[in-house]
């Protein structure tokens, strides 16, 4: 009898539960992160866009991670929020190499920003007197240019590497979306050096960057407890620690589901770490450095009373026009 491999044209995705309304409740509580964290990035955006006091460097690189958050989260959760509702948990093989190209590329240039970020830090309070020469504008462009060339050669080599391979057994993707590690599992064909080099990339990647972020707080926290006034090192850890927080999160979940083995049976722990890597960074982000951040405050109120103005200047013009 003839042995017949049928390739794998399309993959099913692993849902949170397959009970209806655990479903919807998982729908409802996806729906609200991702308009929190729409909501949240975007004012950031507009806000570091508009207002000329956050022209700063730090605030362009916030905009920048602010825009990046927004497309990182929206290759993953709009497309569960649909699988819940529609109970359709099937994705076509052009769209699982779709999204995997881009949760790669959105993951290693928020990392690189990440590391951006720490040396503007860095900068900031290490060498204050030439932070305006270190992170002039053209500078920080280029740090923001090569953050988004790492993550497309990170994204193309990587999913390159894993759709080299043949899948021809079972389509039933242990994740709520295209994985790497999980994909590989499926892999029919040999996969050794598809899998060292997907794993070399990403965690070379993660390491270099480990190190300069782990290099520039050494460096910053030296300098700040040698600050004479409580006030001037309150003021240095406040805008240190949410960022040290942020990264702390996103590398260690990102690195735990890339280097853990991939479980044999469903986990809903495989499933509760990829959340904390791909969903939550993009929802904390603007509350962690919205609400630390003095600037980004006044800067919200002083919108809220100009779109106000404006408003109630429509107002009176719309009431004393004269009628024809």
């Known amino acids: ?48 866009t508009l207002d000329q006091h956050l022209h700063s460097p730090m605030h362009f690189f916030l905009r920048t991670l602010s825009f990046l958050d927004v497309c990182f989260i929206s290759v993953t959760v709009p497309k569960a929020i649909t699988q819940s509702l529609t109970q359709n948990s099937s994705i076509s093989f052009l769209g699982c190499i779709a999204q995997v190209f881009l949760v790669v590329l959105f993951a290693c240039t928020e990392l690189a920003l990440l590391t951006v970020m720490s040396y503007d830090r860095y900068a900031a309070i290490c060498q204050p007197l030439h932070y305006q020469l270190i992170m002039r504008k053209g500078a920080c462009e280029q740090m923001v240019a090569a953050s988004w060339l790492s993550g497309i050669v990170s994204g193309f080599l990587n999913t390159t590497a894993t759709f080299s391979l043949s899948f021809c057994g079972s389509n039933f993707v242990h994740q709520f979306f295209c994985e790497i590690p999980s994909l590989l599992k499926l892999a029919c064909s040999e996969k050794f050096l598809a899998e060292f080099a997907a794993i070399i990339i990403t965690t070379s990647l993660g390491i270099m960057c480990f190190i300069c972020i782990l290099v520039s707080y050494i460096h910053i926290f030296s300098t700040v407890l040698r600050i004479p006034s409580v006030e001037g090192r309150s003021k240095a850890f406040s805008t240190c620690i949410p960022h040290l927080l942020v990264v702390t999160i996103f590398l260690n979940t990102g690195s735990i589901a890339y280097l853990k083995p991939v479980p044999k049976s469903p986990s809903i722990w495989s499933l509760m770490v990829s959340v904390f890597y791909t969903v939550v960074p993009p929802t904390l982000n603007p509350i962690i450095y919205s609400l630390k951040n003095k600037d980004m405050k006044s800067a919200f109120w002083r919108m809220l009373r100009k779109t106000a103005f404006i408003f109630s200047n429509k107002i009176t013009i719309v009431k004393i026009a004269p009628k024809v």
């Open 1 to 48: 009898m003839t042995n017949v491999t049928m390739l794998t044209t399309e993959f099913i995705l692993q849902g949170f539960s397959d009970i209806w309304e655990h479903q919807i409740l998982h729908a409802v509580l996806f729906i609200l992160i991702y308009l929190i964290a729409l909501v949240g990035n975007l004012l950031i955006v507009l806000l570091t």
